[in-house]
């Protein structure tokens, strides 16, 4: 019985990669450590999906030691660019 591969999916976008799940990072494209495989060209995602991301600056990781400041500095910030 041969065993079917399972492959992973896009974080942004959820289409299935080319890449199966024991296929090392290392060759792969797309995939960023500490968040997963991306498309495999990461600008043509489907933007269909609600996922949406924005960009926060290190400047205000660094400077905001209360991970709970930071949390409601990121949230002000979410409902600034969701009211664009």
């Not at 209360?66 to 409601?72: H, K, P, S, T």
């Amino acid at each position: 019985m041969e065993q079917q591969q399972s492959y992973d999916e896009c974080v942004i976008c959820g289409k299935k990669s080319p890449y199966t799940r024991s296929t090392h990072i290392d060759f792969r494209v797309g995939y960023v450590e500490g968040s997963g495989q991306g498309c495999f060209e990461p600008y043509m995602c489907d933007q269909e999906r609600s996922t949406q991301l924005f960009t926060i600056s290190k400047e205000l990781v660094y400077n905001t030691t209360n991970d709970q400041e930071l949390g409601a500095k990121v949230r002000e910030i979410y409902w600034q660019v969701k009211n664009l």
